[in-house]
């Protein structure tokens, strides 16, 4: 059960209490006993829908597929979680690492485009029928810019940055030099925690496991609240929790501490590479994050219909990232489901 779910359920059970007594229990104590009771009752509910959560989400099998398939949005779940590429007859590949890799390192623009659309054919496309159903059931210029939807332009920083024989901060070959012995240690200390992550040896996934590590220390700080509390302030604030941990592990002091950042050029040069690498990653995504909460709100008010999910879609990538295709899109596109955040129905704006 996730985190709002449990509680308004808990807020009905509370005033159901309430207002079906005669008359309003007064008694502090008898109401403590029954917020520890209620405490304990849930903890154990909390424990097992976590571990079920987590296998569902890792034991990808076709016997629980089946299972699974009742469900609409657990179906689009799966298409996704699933989607595999073949780049030749005996090579299939998932989005991570592989696909993630090829757009940010290729460039090869026959190979980028192909990628492109290819995994666009094996999520979206097959979704636009049972998008439309989890609706009702709920009420390049992409000149390949160095990611699968053009969210963050960062790995393009080579060919962008102003001052070609300055640094920019990257410490992928670093990382690979020294075997990342910093990568095991790291996760060797919170080894009772678990991560659900494919990484790849990159400074960006270095960036994103320390995010992710952000969230667990946020649950730890909250661990020994009464569950009601037991979440985060609200769902953005957890993402910028993790946040202040990939941008204070990303600066250049930390990465030297470290080992991993020998450059010791402190000079405006590196500054002004460094700050368009964060631009290109953090302002570049702004738009898109925002269009894609943008499609979502039209398709739920009946304004983008499934006639035009996929020219609406394109309306506001060009409107609001200034992006388009680097292939012609037909009516039977998806390309909103090609993004996870479509698929499970994750807003981006909470
Ligand atoms: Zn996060």
Redesign the pocket.
């Known amino acids: 059960m996730d985190g709002l779910r449990f509680l308004v359920l808990s807020a009905l059970v509370l005033s159901a209490s309430v207002c079906h007594g005669a008359s309003l229990n007064t008694n502090e104590t008898e109401a403590q006993q029954f917020l520890d009771d209620y405490n304990a009752a849930a903890i154990d509910d909390y424990y097992i829908s976590s571990e079920a959560s987590w296998a569902l989400d890792t034991n990808i099998t076709e016997y629980n597929t089946q299972k699974m398939l009742t469900n609409v949005s657990a179906q689009l779940e799966s298409i996704y979680a699933k989607a595999k590429v073949c780049l030749s007859s005996d090579n299939c590949v998932s989005l991570e690492p592989d696909l993630t890799r090829i757009m940010a390192k290729s460039r090869n623009y026959t190979e980028l485009t192909t990628v492109w659309k290819k995994w666009r054919d094996v999520s979206g496309k097959v979704m636009p029928q049972l998008y439309s159903e989890y609706v009702d059931l709920n009420n390049d210029a992409v000149k390949l810019l160095g990611n699968m939807w053009a969210q963050e332009w960062n790995e393009r920083i080579d060919i962008l940055k102003p001052f070609k024989d300055k640094d920019s901060m990257d410490v992928t070959e670093e990382l690979k030099r020294q075997c990342f012995p910093f990568w095991y240690s790291n996760l060797c200390l919170i080894f009772i925690f678990r991560i659900k992550m494919c990484t790849d040896v990159t400074h960006e996934d270095l960036m994103t496991i320390h995010?992710?590590m952000?969230?667990i220390q946020y649950y730890l700080q909250y661990q020994n609240q009464s569950v009601l509390f037991r979440t985060g302030a609200n769902p953005g604030f957890?993402?910028a929790v993790?946040d202040v941990m990939a941008l204070s592990v990303g600066t250049p002091e930390h990465l030297r501490t470290i080992g991993l950042y020998k450059n010791q050029d402190n000079d405006e040069e590196t500054d002004l590479n460094f700050l368009l690498n964060m631009a290109l990653q953090k302002v570049a995504f702004l738009p898109f994050g925002y269009l894609i909460d943008q499609w979502r709100w039209s398709v739920f008010r009946g304004d983008t219909t499934p006639e035009s999910y996929n020219e609406d879609w394109w309306s506001l990538r060009c409107k609001y990232q200034g992006v388009s295709p680097p292939v012609r899109r037909q009516d039977t596109d998806f390309d909103p489901g090609a993004k996870y955040h479509v698929a499970s129905g994750t807003p981006y704006i909470r």
Request: aromatic share 0%; hydrophobic share 0%; no cysteine.
């Open positions: 995010h992710e952000g969230h957890h993402e993790g």
